[in-house]
């Protein structure tokens, strides 16, 4: 993991952590810390200035856990050459 | 103020779903099904001044509300100026008028329509009081626009531009490079090959899965006018709690469990296990676009198989939680796509696809300070779906919101949705463990025991007291009229008691089986009075059965002894003669009064297993139904009932024995026969008879004779009819109007529970439906409907018909093992002895409570009337050594509905499929003897291996058509010009190829209807009549021919 890959995994934690109100861990239901599709949105804008960044709905839906969140996020901050 | 804007008249694209809601938008009659209406309630401080710049500003970051659309070879949209002044409406009224002027203004927004080539798609009204304490914002915008979510974002964009601190002119920009962006993403991800892919996929289980359909009644409207009416489900915060708890414990989100419990409520009332719903998926695709307002959804079906007996928190785990992540990751898959590849019926008005929908709405909870307080949608009169559930999260909790349409769920019915709703909801928080069935609760025990009031009570105890009551009380009244005998009450006591009295010299005693082979009705009548008197137990034996079958009936019912003038296999025989030549002297002694227990008569009906089955009636039903009856058909002394049924239908009971307890006159049919309906209207007119009871089949052959004759039948009163779904034309609804003096009295029972439940057709219930209710109990009968999950079925649910209370037969004789498996003990009654007769017939109640008939869940069929189960069929076929499996199937609808059987032949053999069916002919009575037999390779069977009979109906279906489509170019056998026509027309009624012209039609599938039809024809082709009974005594075309070259001969 390189020092950007950290940063990033630092930010995703905290603006997770200021979402979610109950302990939780990376195994954690989305739906067992009250994290609905609508905050997860808000989550990812919090981490994305950039208006046109797309989300996939398929790739969202398939994000479960605290985990897979946090993965799905990376994914979003990974600089864009690399998404296309 | 004035926005300066670079877009004007700027040219963006639509999305696919846009696209697909403008044509929905263009079919559907109600042009303002898509306005989307919504209420903000504000802070009444605030000034309406700076409302209406706040507004300007809304509409000028918010380009979606600055769209107009432009239809065409290429719609699209074209972005608007902002403009200098929002389209405000100031209305001011006074504290106590303040609600019904908002009610006003709601119908009036959300009923007009907005003129699509105009923008702004939003108009808005401030309703205030003059006295400052109410303020309140009302919006319609229209759905191409705007989706449930931007209305967060609308109300947001308010409270900013109201607190000062929109930047309008740097937001503005931003806006609308990211609706661009959007657009631009929306087009780029449906046309890839992954939504191809997905839509695909989700049409082929589309196509799998049967419709759900909510009331599915028959004659359902196929289309509406889309007038809907919503009401609330409000939670309390203590269940909204739980069911929030429920959501974590089980790590779902609100929307799977919403799912679930809408999926299983829809899968009850719509008697389905698998159920389609629809859904909006929001499609935004930037993150930009959150701020927008905009249509951005896809709608995008559910498809939840519903396990009744799995535990309802698995169910949620593993089958909707997988089903709605499926449908979120589809949200780029527009409506329409999915709608090309399903290719669905689009004879309906309605959304091809789904029917109902559920919709997780946005929370647009207002900000803390601002000035909106409360923010709610609300419904404008319209439904778009058949239901829709709306769910809402609030402060207070979940609030749910019902909206159906008016025409297809009426206000009952979406009361018996909502209570299961509400029911599932409730027991799904406090158990979420059990079955999902067992979420659901009896519904409608109250229904099962309503019955039609009429009642008349004897003082007698049993049916032979109160003959002999009416007897005495009119000795001289005729009781029975044939042609060439009139037989008075105080002769047929004579005769009865005569017969009694050599009954019991013969051994008859109380439960000793009798057999009828009586071939008048005076006959008949004392038998069953001698039979009755003696407490004993008629059999009525029809000598057109095969031999075997009186044989097998005559020894399954343990009879002995029969009274007629032809003998039955070893069974000793009394002629009517000998019957009433006994000393009349020593019948003083009134009889034991016979117990509501005893037997009263035993009919067979046809067998699934290959033999038919003995009901064992006894006294008590039918002691409620004559007291029905009396009161029901107003039976008294003036009564001239006609004697129509075989002896061998239960129905001759209701014509026999109801007449003699009321003092009436029983009036025989004969001589006309049976089928010939004209001779039959003549018998009603010249006997003046005042009730007929026909079978179902015989009443448009009756109607058009009447017609045709000019018969007004001033006598008749009462026309009933039975036996199968009586389906009403428009020349059985003009006879009877023509004739408001006559009362169509539809009934429906079982054998095993005589006729039980009724539906009155007379100048006060019009218009007749054609599809006629099988109706209300009679008194003292309960008709429990139980539906998919096993409970009392609410009112439009389709369910099982179990029949209680006053009419359950005593059983199956001597077949303990059938009775147990279809009387069984009634779970509903107080009474723990009490039983009730599982029918094995689909029914529902519709919103009034009156039950209609919907079909068999089983194998029975009714051909022209007559119960057959197409396992005795079966069974027939499948004893020729040749056949190695025969299946039964019934095609065709109404009078064209026959019987065909399918066999696949012995390994190696190859029988002639005309000798098959002659095996069968020999064994079975002539209305089991199917039409046509076709010899199949192999018997194509269902998914769940069962076979599919559906396949082969249609099979012969097109058999019969193929056959009639070739018939044009088939040969005649005859030289004889009126054979060859006469074999034309035979050919075409019968939808047959070809005809043999001298061998019995009957065999061909001919029937009294057809022959009627034919008769009708040949009178305006040939200028000849030619007897219907002529018809039958040589049923071939030979013979008609004969007929009418001497009839035209004679003329």
């Known amino acids: ?84 | 103020m004035t926005v300066a804007s670079q877009a004007a008249t700027a040219t963006l694209p639509l999305t696919a779903a846009q696209k697909g809601l403008l044509v929905v938008h263009r079919t559907v009659p109600v042009p303002h099904l898509y306005n989307v209406l919504a209420e903000l309630e504000l802070d009444p401080a605030f000034a309406p001044a700076d409302l209406a710049t706040a507004l300007t500003d809304v509409l000028a970051v918010q380009p979606a509300l600055r769209l107009a659309i432009r239809e065409g070879a290429d719609p699209h949209a074209v972005l608007g100026d902002a403009p200098s002044d929002a389209p405000l409406h100031h209305i001011t009224t006074t504290a106590t008028e303040f609600d019904r002027r908002r009610t006003e203004l709601l119908a009036e927004l959300g009923g007009t329509a907005f003129d699509l080539t105009r923008s702004p798609l939003l108009r808005t009204a401030l309703l205030r009081t003059a006295d400052g304490t109410r303020s309140t914002l009302l919006l319609v915008v229209h759905h191409l626009v705007f989706d449930g979510f931007s209305l967060r974002q609308f109300v947001r964009d308010l409270t900013a531009a109201v607190k000062g601190v929109l930047d309008v002119e740097t937001v503005r920009t931003a806006r609308e490079r990211a609706l661009r962006r959007e657009l631009d993403a929306q087009l780029q991800s449906a046309g890839d090959d992954e939504t191809e892919r997905v839509a695909k996929a989700l049409a082929d289980r589309l196509r799998a899965t049967a419709a759900t359909v909510l009331n599915p009644r028959p004659n359902r409207p196929v289309t509406t006018g889309f007038t809907g009416t919503r009401r609330e489900i409000r939670l309390t915060s203590r269940q909204s709690a739980g069911l929030d708890r429920l959501c974590a414990t089980l790590g779902v989100s609100p929307f799977v469990l919403f799912s679930a419990a809408y999926a299983a409520v829809l899968a009850r009332h719509s008697s389905n296990t698998a159920v389609v719903f629809g859904s909006p998926v929001m499609a935004r695709r930037t993150l930009g676009s959150f701020d927008l307002c905009g249509f951005f959804v896809n709608t995008l079906p559910l498809i939840v198989d519903v396990p009744w007996d799995a535990p309802f928190d698995v169910f949620v785990k593993e089958t909707v939680q997988a089903e709605a992540g499926r449908a979120r990751a589809a949200a780029a898959v527009s409506f329409d796509r999915i709608v090309r590849h399903v290719d669905p019926d689009r004879t309906t008005n309605r959304n091809p696809v789904f029917s109902c929908m559920l919709a997780l709405q946005d929370a647009a909870e207002a900000e803390a300070g601002s000035v909106v307080r409360r923010v709610r949608e609300h419904g404008n009169g319209t439904a778009k779906f058949d239901l829709w559930l709306g769910v809402t999260p609030g402060p207070e909790g979940w609030s749910l919101e019902l909206e159906s349409d008016r025409e297809l769920l009426p206000e009952p019915l979406v009361d018996a949705l909502a209570a299961s709703l509400r029911t599932v909801l409730d027991r799904t928080v406090a158990q979420p463990g059990q079955t999902v069935a067992d979420l659901f609760v009896d519904t409608s025990p109250e229904d099962s025991h309503a019955h039609d009031g009429f009642r008349r009570r004897l003082p007698q105890p049993d049916l032979y007291s109160a003959v002999r009551a009416a007897a005495k009380a009119r000795p001289g009244q005729v009781a029975v009229e044939e042609d060439d005998c009139r037989l008075t009450y105080a002769e047929l006591d004579r005769l009865a008691t005569a017969g009694a009295v050599t009954l019991a010299a013969r051994g008859v005693a109380r439960g000793t089986v009798v057999g009828l082979t009586t071939t008048t009705l005076v006959d008949t009548t004392v038998t069953v009075l001698a039979v009755l008197a003696c407490g004993a137990v008629f059999l009525p034996l029809d000598l057109g059965l095969p031999a075997d079958r009186l044989m097998y009936m005559t020894g399954k019912a343990d009879c002995r002894l029969v009274v007629g003038d032809v003998p039955v296999g070893g069974v000793d025989l009394l002629t009517p003669a000998e019957l009433t030549a006994g000393p009349q002297g020593m019948a003083s002694d009134e009889p034991a009064a016979a117990k509501a227990s005893d037997g009263v008569y035993i009919m067979f009906t046809s067998g699934s297993t290959g033999r038919p089955k003995g009901v064992l009636m006894n006294s008590g039903p039918l002691m409620n139904l004559t007291e029905w009856q009396l009161d029901a058909l107003d039976m008294d002394e003036h009564t001239r009932f006609l004697q129509y049924a075989p002896l061998g239908f239960d129905v001759s009971f209701q014509e026999i024995l109801p007449t003699l307890i009321a003092g009436g006159t029983l009036v025989s049919r004969e001589p006309a026969d049976r089928r010939d309906l004209p001779a039959v209207v003549e018998r009603v007119r010249a006997h003046r008879v005042t009730h007929v009871y026909l079978p179902v089949a015989a009443l448009p052959a009756f109607v058009r004779a009447a017609l045709d004759a000019g018969d007004e039948l001033p006598h008749l009163s009462y026309v009933c009819v039975s036996g199968e779904q009586l389906l009403i034309d428009d020349r059985v609804r003009r006879f009877f109007a023509d004739r408001p003096h006559l009362c169509l009295v539809n009934l429906y029972g079982p054998t095993e529970t005589h006729a039980v439940t009724t539906h009155r057709l007379s100048i006060d219930n019009r218009p007749w439906p054609s599809h006629v209710p099988i109706g209300r109990p009679i008194s003292d009968v309960a008709a429990h409907v139980v539906d998919t999950t096993g409970h009392l079925a609410p009112r439009g649910v389709p369910g099982e018909l179990y029949l209680a209370g006053a009419c359950p037969a005593l059983g199956y004789v001597n077949d303990p093992a059938r009775t147990t498996e279809r009387f069984l003990p009634d779970p509903y009654a107080d009474d723990a002895r009490a039983r009730m007769y599982r029918t094995g017939d689909q029914v529902m109640r519709d919103e009034s409570g009156v039950l209609l008939f919907l079909g068999r869940d089983d194998d029975q069929v009714k051909i022209r009337g007559y119960r057959v189960e197409l396992g005795e069929l079966e069974s027939a076929a499948a004893s020729h050594p040749d056949v190695r499996l025969a299946v039964g199937v019934v095609h065709g609808e109404g009078h064209e509905r026959r019987l065909a059987l399918f066999f696949r032949p012995e390994d190696g053999r190859s029988p002639d499929p005309d000798g098959i069916r002659r095996h069968v002919a020999a064994a079975l009575p002539s209305y089991m003897v199917p039409a046509r037999v076709f010899p199949v390779d192999a018997v194509p069977t269902t998914r769940n291996g069962k076979v599919d009979r559906a396949a082969l109906a249609a099979q012969a279906q097109r058999a019969l058509t193929d056959d009639a489509r070739s018939a044009s170019a088939a040969t005649t056998t005859t030289d004889d010009p009126l054979v060859a026509a006469l074999q034309q027309m035979w050919a075409n009624l019968l939808g047959l190829a070809e005809v043999p012209v001298d061998r019995s039609l009957l065999e061909y599938g001919a029937h009294s209807l057809t022959v009627m039809a034919a008769g009708a024809r040949i009178e305006e082709e040939h200028g000849v009549q030619i007897p219907i009974l002529d018809f039958f005594r040589d049923p071939t075309i030979q013979a008609q021919a004969a007929w009418i070259t001497t009839l035209r001969e004679d003329a």
Do not use: C, Y
């Not at chain 1, 302990?23 to 067992?32: I, Q, R």
């Not at chain 1, 919090?46 to 479960?64: C, K, N, S, W, Y």
């Open chain 1, 1 to 84: 993991m390189n020092h950007a890959d950290e940063m990033a995994d630092g930010e995703i934690s905290s603006v997770i952590s200021r979402h979610i109100r109950a302990s939780f861990d990376d195994n954690s239901l989305l739906a067992e810390v009250g994290l609905h599709s609508l905050s997860v949105l808000r989550i990812a804008s919090e981490l994305i200035t950039d208006p046109d960044q797309e989300i996939d709905p398929t790739g969202l839906a398939a994000v479960h856990t605290v985990g897979e969140l946090r993965q799905w996020l990376r994914g979003l901050l990974a600089p864009k050459e690399n998404l296309r």
